[in-house]
Nanobody, 124 residues
């Protein structure tokens, strides 16, 4: 069974950058769509960015377009989320998730395998 573990979170100043990693084990990531989701205190979990398993097509939430970049390295069984120009409103727990379901790109309820999350705090 696939397991995913996030890393790379931390405290960063506004305008700074972080790169989150999502390391998979138990199965190869090749056949899984990968998504990054986040949940800020008092808010619902939302989709941030996703990448497909087939053509590597991507989705970005409007709030992160132009600042975040999702990628995957199937040889390393790892996906990434490069986050630049971070703002306080990006503060949240970031979750990596995976699914093999079709037509699932960034449809949160279709993601079956979730990590425990990594905290990202943007503050001065």
């Amino acid at each position: 069974q696939l397991q995913v573990v996030e890393s790379g979170g931390g405290l960063v100043h506004p305008g700074g950058s972080l790169r989150l990693s999502c390391a998979a084990s138990g199965s190869t990531l090749d056949f899984y769509h990968i998504g990054w989701f986040r949940q800020a205190p008092g808010k619902e979990r939302e989709a941030v960015s996703c990448i497909s398993s087939t053509d590597f097509s991507t989705y970005y939430a409007d709030s992160v377009k132009g600042r975040f970049t999702i990628s995957r390295d199937n040889a390393k069984n790892t996906a990434y989320l490069q986050m630049n120009s971070l703002q306080p409103e990006d503060t949240a727990v970031y979750y990596c998730a995976a699914t093999r379901r079709v037509q699932a790109l960034c449809v949160m309820r279709k993601y079956d395998y979730w990590g425990q999350g990594t905290q990202v705090t943007v503050a001065s």
